[in-house]
Nanobody
Framework: VQLQASGGGLVQAGGSLRLSCAAS????????MGWFRQAPGKEREFVAA????????YYADSVKGRFTISRDNAKNTVYLQMNSLKPEDTAVYYC????????????????WGQGTQVTVSS
């Protein structure tokens, strides 16, 4: 499985961005997907995850109500809509595949994308 994340950029606080992660490989439609982020000097942290069929979504408390994860299995793509962005959301965002149920622990994921930078200015 290969993952290609895109959609990052520079945005002012209060703005929005939509991240996309395109996956190749047959396991996508049967796999949970997650978004994680990592700021300089910090550990990789869970942001959001979605079940293989899209019916289950899970969020870190810090993004709940502002971010929305979704997926389109026909396009092998998972999305992260980020609204009301804050400077503390600044990080490299990674998408990941887990060939099982969702998890909020990054070491549970099997495949990772290259990351996309999100910078929120105050």
């Amino acid at each position: 499985v290969q993952l290609q994340a895109s959609g990052g950029g520079l945005v002012q606080a209060g703005g929005s961005l939509r991240l996309s992660c395109a996956a190749s490989g047959r396991t996508f439609s049967r796999s949970a997907m997650g978004w994680f982020r990592q700021a300089p000097g910090k550990e990789r942290e869970f942001v959001a995850a979605i079940s293989w069929n899209g019916y289950g979504t899970y969020y870190a408390d810090s993004v709940k109500g502002r971010f929305t994860i979704s997926r389109d299995n026909a396009k092998n793509t998972v999305y992260l809509q980020m609204n009301s962005l804050k400077p503390e959301d600044t990080a490299v965002y990674y998408c990941a595949v887990r060939r099982s149920t969702y998890s909020d622990y990054y070491k549970d994921y099997n495949y990772w994308g290259q990351g996309t930078q999100v910078t929120v200015s105050s």
